[in-house]
Every structure is written in structure tokens, then in C-alpha cells.
């Protein structure tokens, strides 16, 4: 298949925690550095520091050992509280930024500066239009030749006016209170730790010598990997498209390979389609333009649960199931907004009568792979909702993936 680069029960000792990420310190001694404000990145730059002092050694080693580096190991491994996180983007404030008086008859172009004859006022109005499509693409997840907010010709215009065209049920709070009841299906362990107040451990794998393998292989330092993961287990909650739920519980357990001294393999953990959920059955004809078969080869990677439609972490217990829902067709203007059709999919979690998530699925041309986009209209993105005390936040989106590497 071608490729295309894509820029794509545990004991823990009773001590003191640390915030995993405090404010960042002051100074240049990054051992000093790391104990202000333990964390990764602490530790990562006193591992380069290390590197630095040492130029004498190849990166496949051997590396002498050194105190404070085991030290800083050995606190991340005891446990820490990942940072608190960035607000969920609301979508009525999403919705006030697009209705405001912008720019769009520019189609979307990069914005132009002072060009010849163009008034100060016309170019700062088409800056500040381009400000917020970025903004709104940004806090959509929404990429692809038709949508890029800089380089797409249209982009501009079809994110805002997206934005505009799409209209969720007004609501009241209901199942779920805070922010910090529910999280995204792709957050980390650190990311969790901080919206559920959980503590995150993490560890590192040794790098093997030079007597193990010939030439430079991936780590930093004398680490390899780094593994992180919750002291507790968190639920993970599938949703269905016919409002099943599948609940289980994680630790988020995770495993980064540092590639710092190589490059990492083209395409490695590469997985086709949706990340959170089942995908239709004929988009993925998509393949078969490339190599016979390529469409049921590329779907069997896939392991999403049959009918899944996307999922999250939660610390509410959920109702029994399934839940109530509803959904509402919605036809679109490819021009204005990219997409030529659409459905929202509003869930009621505990049948309160309000929805509790609501994902939109837009249909059109999907961004495709190194051809540019596909030539089907596919339903290739969703933008997940949650109620949180009866206002819209954006929970996270998800898209299907044509291709990767190059």
C-alpha cells in the first residue's frame, strides 16, 4: 500500500505528591529544575543535559550511571497527580465566534496581508477571519484538504460557516455535573490523573548496550521506554450507535518508545479508519484503489467493537442501558461547509428525558491519503458533545484515517 507523510491493583508508598507539572522554574541547573516542578519533561532534559556533558559517548552507549537521574526514576515511579486540564471547548462560544461579522467572501485563502490597493481595514478584518477559523478548526479536530484553516483554498469559509450550520437541542443539566467526571476516549494517564484526581505512576525501560545490538538504537540516555498508567482503574465506556453500552475498567497503561538518537519506523502503530468506533462498510472501498483486497485487509486491522460509535472515561456510575435515543437527519451545502449530509445522534444516558452526548457524523469527501480526497462521499468524522450541567462541551472528535507515512 503507498504511504504519505502525515503531519497524522497497585501498592504505592504513603508520600508527599507533587504535582506532576507545576509552575515552570527558574534557573539554568536542570537537576534543581526537576525537583521545583517533578515530571517527564523534567526528567527529559536533565537526560539531555547528561547527554550533553558526556558528547564523548555514542548514543548506543554504555552510559555511566548517575544518581540523579535514578533518583528522579525512582520519584516518577512512586506517583504523581497529572496537571489540570484545559476546559472543554463550549460550543456556544464556538457558535458566537463564527456568527460574528467576518470575512468570507476571500474563499478561504491564506489571509493576504497589505496587498496592492487593499485597505488596512480590509486586511486586518481578513486576518482576524482567518484567526478564527484556525481557532474553530482547531477545537473541531477537523483537518483535510478541504478544511485547513491556512492552506485549504475555501478552508476559511467552510469552518466557519460549518460552524454556523450546525445546531444542537438546547439542554438542562443531567447526568453529568463537572468536567471532571468524564474524559475523552484517547486521553493518557497523565491527562487522566488530572481531570479525576487519581495518582499516574510511570517507569522506565533500560536501553539495552551495545553488546546487545550493533548500531544506535531508539531511547534517551540510558532509557528506552517510558510506561505510565493509573493507580486505580477508571471505567471506559463504549457507546453504541443504538445506544448500547459497553462498559470496562483501564488503567491506562501506555508504552512510549523514546525516539530521540533514531528515527521511528515509518507508520508504526498505524491502525485504518476510526480510532473510537466501527466505521461503515463501504468506505473502506477506499483501499481498493490501491491494491486488490485492500479494503477487508485494511478493516481486519481495525478492532473496533461491532456497532461502536465512540467511547469515554467516566467516574459516574452508568445507568443499566441501553439509552434513549434519537436521531435527526440534516442535508448540507458541500460548498459552503464540505460535508453534503449529516446526522445527529443524541443520547440519553439516564433517560432523564435530556440528552447526556450527542455526536454529529458529517458525510463528503474524506481527506483521503496521498491522492488527495476520495472520490465517495464517506462519513469519515464525529464530533462528540457532552452535557455538562445543561451546556455543550466538546468532548472530542474522531475521523477515519486513509493513510499514513509516505
Known amino acids: 500500500?503507498?504511504?504519505?507523510?502525515?503531519?497524522?491493583?497497585?501498592?504505592?508508598?504513603?508520600?508527599?505528591?507533587?504535582?506532576?507539572?507545576?509552575?515552570?522554574?527558574?534557573?539554568?541547573?536542570?537537576?534543581?529544575?526537576?525537583?521545583?516542578?517533578?515530571?517527564?519533561?523534567?526528567?527529559?532534559?536533565?537526560?539531555?543535559?547528561?547527554?550533553?556533558?558526556?558528547?564523548?559517548?555514542?548514543?548506543?552507549?554504555?552510559?555511566?550511571?548517575?544518581?540523579?537521574?535514578?533518583?528522579?526514576?525512582?520519584?516518577?515511579?512512586?506517583?504523581?497527580?497529572?496537571?489540570?486540564?484545559?476546559?472543554?471547548?463550549?460550543?456556544?462560544?464556538?457558535?458566537?465566534?463564527?456568527?460574528?461579522?467576518?470575512?468570507?467572501?476571500?474563499?478561504?485563502?491564506?489571509?493576504?496581508?497589505?496587498?496592492?490597493?487593499?485597505?488596512?481595514?480590509?486586511?486586518?478584518?481578513?486576518?482576524?477571519?482567518?484567526?478564527?477559523?484556525?481557532?474553530?478548526?482547531?477545537?473541531?479536530?477537523?483537518?483535510?484538504?478541504?478544511h485547513d484553516a491556512i492552506s485549504a483554498e475555501g478552508g476559511t469559509a467552510r469552518v466557519i460557516r460549518l460552524v454556523r450550520a450546525l445546531e444542537f437541542p438546547a439542554v438542562s443539566p443531567s447526568l453529568f455535573r463537572s468536567e471532571a467526571e468524564i474524559a475523552p476516549p484517547g486521553a493518557t494517564a497523565e491527562q487522566v490523573s488530572g481531570r479525576f484526581d487519581i495518582v499516574f505512576l510511570q517507569r522506565v525501560t533500560p536501553r539495552p548496550g551495545p553488546a546487545a545490538k550493533e548500531g544506535a538504537v531508539a531511547g534517551l540516555y540510558d532509557m528506552r521506554a517510558r510506561t505510565q498508567q493509573l493507580v486505580r482503574a477508571v471505567p471506559r465506556v463504549s457507546l453504541f450507535r443504538d445506544g448500547r453500552l459497553g462498559a470496562d475498567k483501564s488503567h491506562l497503561r501506555s508504552t512510549e518508545t523514546l525516539w530521540r538518537d533514531v528515527d521511528e519506523p515509518m507508520c508504526a502503530g498505524w491502525v485504518p479508519g476510526f480510532s473510537f468506533g466501527e466505521a461503515d462498510a463501504a468506505i473502506w472501498r477506499f483501499f481498493d484503489t490501491?491494491?486488490?483486497g485492500g479494503g477487508r485487509q485494511n478493516r481486519r486491522l481495525n478492532h473496533a467493537p461491532a456497532g461502536s460509535l465512540y467511547a469515554f472515561h467516566t467516574t459516574v456510575?452508568?445507568?443499566?442501558?441501553?439509552?434513549?435515543?434519537?436521531?435527526?437527519?440534516?442535508?448540507?451545502?458541500?460548498?459552503?461547509?464540505?460535508?453534503?449530509?449529516?446526522?445527529?445522534?443524541?443520547?440519553?444516558?439516564?433517560?432523564?428525558?435530556?440528552?447526556?452526548?450527542?455526536?454529529?457524523?458529517?458525510?463528503?469527501?474524506?481527506?483521503?491519503?496521498?491522492?488527495?480526497?476520495?472520490?465517495?462521499?464517506?462519513?469519515?468524522?464525529?464530533?462528540?458533545?457532552?452535557?455538562i450541567q445543561g451546556a455543550w462541551k466538546v468532548l472530542g472528535t474522531d475521523s477515519f484515517s486513509y493513510g499514513c507515512g509516505c
Not at 110 to 134: C, K, Y
Open 290 to 292: 490501491q491494491f486488490p
Open 1 to 146: 500500500m503507498r504511504k504519505a507523510c502525515r503531519i497524522a491493583g497497585v501498592t504505592l508508598m504513603v508520600l508527599p505528591l507533587l504535582a506532576a507539572h507545576a509552575a515552570a522554574p527558574t534557573g539554568n541547573d536542570p537537576e534543581r529544575a526537576f525537583w521545583q516542578a517533578p515530571g517527564w519533561p523534567a526528567l527529559e532534559r536533565y537526560a539531555e543535559s547528561l547527554r550533553q556533558r558526556h558528547p564523548e559517548i555514542p548514543p548506543e552507549g554504555p552510559w555511566p550511571r548517575d544518581e540523579g537521574l535514578e533518583r528522579m526514576k525512582a520519584h516518577l515511579a512512586l506517583g504523581l497527580k497529572g496537571p489540570r486540564p484545559a476546559p472543554y471547548a463550549d460550543w456556544a462560544q464556538l457558535k458566537r465566534k463564527a456568527a460574528q461579522d467576518l470575512d468570507l467572501d476571500r474563499g478561504g485563502k491564506q489571509a493576504p496581508g497589505r496587498q496592492a490597493g487593499a485597505s488596512p481595514e480590509i486586511s486586518q478584518r481578513a486576518l482576524h477571519t482567518q484567526g478564527v477559523a484556525d481557532e474553530l478548526q482547531r477545537a473541531l479536530g477537523l483537518w483535510g484538504p478541504l
Open 317 to 387: 456510575d452508568m445507568p443499566p442501558g441501553p439509552a434513549a435515543r434519537n436521531e435527526v437527519p440534516m442535508k448540507l451545502d458541500r460548498k459552503d461547509t464540505g460535508f453534503v449530509r449529516s446526522v445527529y445522534l443524541l443520547y440519553d444516558l439516564d433517560r432523564d428525558g435530556t440528552p447526556d452526548i450527542a455526536v454529529w457524523e458529517g458525510q463528503g469527501k474524506g481527506p483521503g491519503h496521498l491522492d488527495g480526497p476520495s472520490v465517495t462521499d464517506d462519513r469519515w468524522y464525529r464530533l462528540a458533545l457532552v452535557n
